[in-house]
């Protein structure tokens, strides 16, 4: 194909940018190195494979991320059309059959007639043309180096790690049972293992002794993201960490016994079939041989058989608030966008929605018609307001979209109202405001 866009990288947000610009009339190149090359963590050679877990998190307006769901909804997003193809059960959160999602992805991208999916690895940055580099956190390295030596700085890294998933058949419902995540709600979505005083700190000192994965000599000093902690460093924190994050009871009566757990492990479906669960927040480092052991101490799990066990691997990202202006060119080579989640987001929503941003960003220049970045007031406008700027460059870390970063409604300060009401009035305004800014940028 004669293309006038080169997007390297087909993970969400290099498919969601190529999916915005051919959707413009752009004729587009999909570069994605899988297929002729594996990387330490993916799986298949699937478009927009999820990595970690299968949840986009909470699907509710009225939260952030799920603000940010709608806002790319009525963008004409990819990745969330087809996430609500393969929707599983999981409450408020929007989870998906990990396979057929990605799968619905592939099929959507090579059959675009304006797109030419080609499966190779690119070593350098293009010296000429439009381009959207979207390599995400396992850039290769021959094009680490060259995006290094652009950028004029190293950059910064940190480590994210995967969670287990477990077959259903062997997971023993005479010990576990079906709540939603802490008793919200009313539909019963996640599996829940109980642990008493005594099992529990047996396995939280297990933690502590299982041995762990080596780092090499290049990942010793890179830092873990709070949001993927693994599930013995959060151990190490202290003896009840655990009990007040992924293994919180509150709220989880026990049917056979009518009370809290002193502990609770949840999983939560992790495909269409229900044939496997994911275990919630157990993303760890521990090896493999020490994970089978510890994690069948957890009642309910005793002949746990494992789908896939947990794994790390490290995430690359550039310091953007000082590397690229606010529709995401690189300001040293203005042909080159960035997207995703090396440019310093964290998050499967978050760094599709900064795809279909880069991707609207460049069809609007293309065809001759400027936009302006959405309102601060968005999701969309917030979260690339902090990577393009609203964040100190020197301490620059990834960021999950939150109401933090968008600017203060009038009257939502403070006590006068409660936190519902607050995130309430953060999602009305932004409706409002992306209808505006939709207006404007019509033809794009």
Same mark, same amino acid.
């Given at each position: 194909?004669?293309?006038?866009?080169?997007? !390297? $990288?087909?993970?969400?947000?290099?498919?969601?940018? /190529?999916?915005?610009? @051919?959707? &413009?009339? #752009?004729?587009?190149?999909? +570069?994605?190195?899988?297929?002729?090359?594996?990387?330490?963590?993916?799986?298949?050679?699937?478009?927009?494979?999820?990595?970690?877990?299968?949840?986009?998190?909470?699907?509710?307006?009225?939260?952030?991320?799920?603000?940010?769901?709608?806002?790319?909804?009525?963008?004409?997003?990819?990745?969330?059309?087809?996430?609500?193809?393969?929707?599983?059960?999981?409450?408020?959160?929007?989870?998906?059959?990990?396979?057929?999602?990605?799968?619905?992805?592939?099929?959507?991208?090579?059959?675009?007639?304006?797109?030419?999916?080609?499966?190779?690895?690119?070593?350098?940055?293009?010296?000429?043309?439009?381009?959207?580099?979207?390599?995400?956190?396992?850039?290769?390295?021959?094009?680490?180096?060259? !995006? $290094?030596?652009?950028t004029?700085?190293?950059?910064? /890294?940190?480590?994210? @790690?995967? &969670?287990? #998933?477990?077959?259903?058949? +062997?997971?023993?419902?005479?010990?576990?049972?079906?709540?939603?995540?802490?008793?919200?709600?009313?539909?019963?979505?996640?599996?829940n293992?109980?642990?008493?005083?005594?099992?529990?700190?047996?396995?939280?000192?297990?933690?502590?002794?299982?041995?762990?994965?080596?780092?090499?000599?290049?990942?010793?000093?890179?830092?873990?993201?709070?949001?993927?902690?693994?599930i013995?460093?959060?151990?190490?924190?202290?003896?009840?960490?655990?009990?007040?994050?992924?293994?919180?009871?509150?709220?989880?009566?026990?049917?056979?016994?009518g009370r809290?757990?002193?502990?609770?492990?949840?999983?939560?479906q992790?495909?269409?079939?229900?044939?496997?669960?994911?275990?919630?927040?157990?993303?760890?480092?521990?090896?493999?041989?020490?994970?089978?052991?510890?994690?069948?101490?957890?009642?309910?799990?005793?002949?746990?058989?494992?789908?896939?066990?947990?794994?790390l691997?490290?995430?690359?990202f550039?310091?953007?608030?000082k590397?690229?202006?606010?529709?995401?060119t690189?300001?040293?080579?203005?042909?080159?966008?960035?997207?995703?989640q090396?440019?310093?987001?964290?998050?499967?929503?978050?760094?599709?929605?900064?795809?279909?941003?880069?991707?609207?960003?460049?069809?609007?220049?293309?065809?001759?018609?400027?936009?302006?970045?959405?309102?601060l007031?968005?999701?969309?406008?917030?979260?690339?307001?902090?990577?393009?700027?609203?964040?100190?460059?020197?301490s620059?870390?990834?960021?999950?979209?939150?109401?933090?970063?968008?600017?203060?409604?009038?009257?939502?300060?403070?006590?006068?109202?409660?936190?519902?009401?607050?995130?309430?009035?953060?999602?009305?305004?932004?409706?409002?405001?992306?209808?505006?800014?939709?207006?404007?940028?019509?033809?794009v």
């Amino acid at each position: 194909m004669d293309y006038q866009v080169h997007v !390297i $990288g087909g993970g969400l947000a290099g498919s969601e940018a /190529a999916w915005q610009l @051919a959707e &413009a009339g #752009i004729r587009v190149r999909l +570069s994605e190195m899988r297929g002729i090359e594996a990387t330490p963590a993916h799986q298949t050679d699937s478009l927009a494979e999820l990595v970690c877990s299968n949840s986009f998190r909470s699907d509710d307006p009225n939260n952030a991320v799920g603000l940010l769901h709608a806002e790319m909804r009525a963008l004409g997003s990819l990745i969330l059309k087809t996430a609500d193809a393969h929707r599983v059960p999981a409450g408020s959160a929007l989870a998906v059959d990990r396979e057929g999602y990605a799968e619905g992805v592939t099929r959507a991208i090579t059959d675009h007639p304006n797109i030419d999916l080609v499966r190779e690895r690119i070593d350098a940055l293009p010296d000429t043309g439009p381009t959207i580099v979207a390599t995400g956190p396992l850039t290769a390295a021959a094009l680490a180096g060259s !995006i $290094g030596d652009a950028t004029g700085a190293d950059a910064l /890294a940190f480590f994210d @790690a995967i &969670a287990p #998933i477990v077959h259903h058949h +062997s997971i023993d419902m005479d010990v576990a049972w079906m709540a939603s995540r802490w008793d919200k709600g009313e539909t019963k979505d996640y599996i829940n293992c109980p642990m008493d005083k005594e099992q529990y700190l047996a396995f939280h000192q297990a933690l502590l002794d299982g041995e762990k994965g080596e780092f090499k000599d290049w990942e010793k000093d890179t830092p873990y993201f709070d949001g993927c902690m693994p599930i013995e460093v959060m151990a190490e924190r202290g003896v009840d960490t655990l009990r007040y994050g992924p293994m919180k009871p509150v709220g989880l009566d026990n049917p056979r016994t009518g009370r809290w757990p002193y502990a609770v492990v949840q999983l939560r479906q992790d495909n269409a079939l229900g044939t496997l669960w994911n275990i919630v927040g157990f993303q760890t480092k521990l090896k493999h041989g020490e994970q089978t052991r510890i994690f069948r101490t957890i009642p309910g799990l005793e002949k746990a058989e494992f789908a896939r066990l947990g794994g790390l691997h490290r995430n690359t990202f550039i310091q953007s608030p000082k590397l690229l202006d606010a529709a995401l060119t690189l300001k040293s080579r203005p042909h080159i966008r960035f997207a995703g989640q090396i440019t310093g987001c964290e998050g499967y929503v978050e760094s599709a929605a900064i795809g279909l941003l880069a991707g609207r960003f460049l069809a609007a220049e293309l065809l001759g018609k400027p936009v302006a970045p959405p309102p601060l007031t968005t999701a969309l406008g917030a979260l690339l307001g902090h990577i393009t700027g609203g964040a100190d460059a020197e301490s620059y870390q990834p960021m999950n979209v939150n109401f933090g970063l968008f600017p203060p409604v009038e009257g939502a300060r403070g006590g006068r109202k409660r936190k519902a009401d607050r995130k309430a009035m953060f999602a009305e305004r932004a409706v409002e405001d992306l209808k505006g800014w939709m207006a404007e940028t019509t033809s794009v």
